[in-house]
């Protein structure tokens, strides 16, 4: 058994005080999808400001 991922997610609009940040369980894809480990990521600037 995998221990579980770090995320940090958004549940509702507003400042940064409503990003949390979390373990929730690692997907399981189904039959036709792929699970891929990301290593970096980043966020683009209309993700930012809709945030």
Do not use: C
């Not at 995320?7 to 990003?19: N, T």
């Not at 929730?24 to 894809?29: A, L, V």
């Not at 189904?30 to 891929?36: K, P, Q, T």
């Amino acid at each position: 058994m995998t221990e579980p991922m770090k995320a940090v997610r958004i549940h509702a609009y507003g400042d940064a005080e409503k990003l949390i940040f979390e373990q929730t369980d690692i997907p399981t894809p189904a039959h036709d999808e792929v699970l891929v480990k990301v290593k970096a990521a980043s966020v683009n600037p209309v993700d930012w400001k809709v945030r």
